[in-house]
């Protein structure tokens, strides 16, 4: 009988297993017993067995291997504890047991440590969470159902007596501040958790489960830990129960869930009633806003089926900025200064892409190429921008209250921002009728203005502007709009999210004008796809497709030096 210590490469502790057997698997399959995750960790990476002499470990053909204290090796042993075992991004130590009580013992604190702890290597692209897969981190006859209905109960009943103290006390929490609230209810937790101490099964981790009472009761529950890891790009609530979030690109499940439907609408309007925003069953669907300026949606019954669902889409605590999306191989150098070029020379630039693409991260970047000296107004659904200029103006629609009046739309707010002398206007995302009004600010005097659509290439965005137009209720014929657009748009930016997570520009196209009632583009930088790594990566390259831009020769007309040579069809960035 042995126990296997388990920790990030940093030395980060996310679990410990005990194996009552003469022998154990390492790895990826589920009927492992030490369950790891990674792209080079195998189903079944490794074996420990214990022979005459001690205890071995064999590495059982996976690509990565095994290290031991650095070095590696394919069959090692005797392990004593002072030997590291490196596997992928993960660090194991083993220690022998001689008696019963030991194995009780480790096997108490096998259950009581911290899974959905997000462990990674220094090569592991896509971290891994050991969470409600990791079934092996558990001791034989447990599941994470049985841990996770069992962690649930006792959290309603912690909240109860919470609530129950509260009322005792007679305390007015909405004459507090926020830290005044926390700072009181994690007081009178630590007094409810010392009488529970002796009742709460050895299964289950007291200051884990306070913990998780606290945020469900001043903040936004489970939601909390994965708001803090950076790495965690979006958050999806299906209902209590049931929570997905994003990283790297790939969707994993949480093995930490709200407590119940109550708890869900508790974290909704804790997020939606500090913007003067509402949802009940007469209006059941919200956009908002975190402090941080991550965007939220909402929607609760009866339009959801399951119970309320919230789906977070997190922003970057550090804007991104064009070298770092050089760096991940989204854009490449030559587009990134043409972009500049054209921007800082007023032209006016749609960028279109899928739902979760990038469209606003980029919109964010071109916009800090926006000189300091210009008056710069941006017009919102939910406010998400981040731009630093000093001479900023940020607009945010407004929903109707409950009697169905005081909405303030997108196209109300374009046409009063016309009256707040604009140098640029920045819309967040053009949807409807207002993308006629964005086509006449373009057209009258605001040049250098940005925008987002939603659709899946340069054409396809043309004829969804046409049809937006249309939704404006002007009865105007095909080829006004498109006369229209052919004034207005200069540059349409194409953003893909690829199946593998992978974000990139792949398309920079010139509108160039119109002939036989069709509108003419061409296309100055496109992504060239070459297949996928071994990871399913996709791999290709940034090209230039060899034609000089009308912009460029403009600029050039105009007495300005511009550099033609990123234009030429060899210039390509790899990836």
């Given amino acids: 009988m042995f126990e296997v210590a388990i920790s990030t490469k940093q030395g980060t502790k996310v679990n410990s297993v005990v194996c009552t057997s003469r022998s154990c698997l390492i790895g990826k399959d ?126 309603e009943k912690i909240h109860k007596l919470l609530l129950e103290q509260m009322d005792l006390r007679r305390l007015n929490t909405f004459e507090m501040t926020d830290i005044e609230l926390r700072r009181l209810t994690s007081e009178l937790l630590g ?28 903040g936004l529950g489970p939601l909390e830990g994965l708001l803090a890891q950076d790495d965690i790009s979006e958050i999806m609530v299906n209902c209590a129960d049931e929570i997905f979030f994003e990283k790297a690109g790939r969707l994993y499940k949480s093995d ?3 407590t119940n439907d ?71 150098r030559p587009m990134v200064e043409f972009l500049r070029a054209a921007i800082l020379h007023r032209y006016n630039v749609v960028i279109s892409g ?38 900023l103006i940020s607009l945010e629609a407004r929903p109707p209250n409950q009697e169905g009046k005081g909405a303030v739309t997108i196209r109300d707010l374009i046409r ?9 206007i920045v819309v967040g995302e053009c949807r409807g009728g207002e993308t006629l009004d964005m086509l006449q600010a373009m057209n009258t005097g605001h040049d250098g203005s940005l925008t987002t659509i939603h659709a899946n290439s340069p054409r396809d965005c043309i004829s969804r502007l046409e049809v937006m137009v249309m939704m404006s209720g002007m009865e105007l014929p ?9 004034s207005a748009v200069h540059l349409i930016v194409q953003q893909t999210r690829f199946s593998c997570g992978a974000r990139k520009v792949t398309s920079v196209t010139e509108v160039s004008g119109i002939e036989n009632g069709r509108l003419q583009m061409g296309e100055i930088f496109r992504f060239e796809q070459s297949g996928r790594d071994a990871d399913g990566r996709i791999q290709g390259r940034l090209i230039a497709t060899g034609q000089v831009p009308e ?7 105009r007495g300005i030096n511009v550099d033609i040579s990123m234009f030429e069809a060899g210039a390509t960035h790899a990836h």
């Fill in 30 to 155: 589920p009927d492992c017993l030490v369950v790891l995750y990674g792209w080079k960790v195998a189903k079944k990476h490794a074996e420990l067995a214990m022979r005459d002499d001690g205890l071995y470990i064999t590495d059982l053909g996976s690509s990565s291997g095994v290290q031991i204290n650095g070095e590696k090796v394919s069959d090692y042993g005797p392990l004593n504890e002072t030997d590291v075992i490196g596997i992928h991004g993960y660090r194991l130590t083993v220690r022998m047991h001689t008696d019963s009580r030991a194995v009780m013992a480790a096997s108490h604190d096998s259950l009581t440590a911290q899974t959905g702890l997000v462990v990674s290597g220094s090569d592991m692209d896509n971290e891994m969470s050991l969470g409600s897969e990791s079934r092996g981190l558990l001791p034989l006859g447990y599941s994470d159902n049985t841990q996770m209905r069992l962690a649930q109960e006792w959290r």
């Fill in 191 to 218: 007094e409810v958790m010392v009488t529970l101490h002796k009742q709460i099964p050895v299964s289950l981790n007291c200051d884990e489960l306070a913990e998780q009472v606290l945020n469900e009761s001043v």
């Fill in 256 to 258: 930490i869930t709200f």
């Fill in 262 to 332: 109550q708890a869900v609408m508790f974290a909704i309007e804790r997020i939606v009633a500090p913007l003067g925003r509402r949802i009940d069953e007469s209006s059941p669907m919200v956009d908002a806003r975190l402090k941080d300026g991550s965007r939220v949606n909402a929607v609760i019954p009866p339009l959801s089926l399951k119970g309320p669902c919230i789906t977070i889409r997190k922003f970057s605590k550090e804007p991104l900025t064009a070298e770092r999306l050089i760096d991940y191989g989204s854009i490449s």
């Fill in 354 to 391: 899928g739902t979760g693409s990038g469209k606003t991260t980029l919109l964010n970047v071109l916009s800090s190429f926006i000189p300091d000296d210009e008056r710069i107004i941006t017009v919102e659904d939910a406010a998400e921008l981040q731009l630093f200029q000093p001479n």
């Fill in 416 to 424: 009063n921002c016309l009256r707040m002398r604009p140098d640029r």
């Fill in 478 to 486: 095909v080829q006004a709009i498109r006369e229209q657009i052919s």
């Fill in 551 to 557: 912009i460029y020769e403009n600029l050039r007309e």
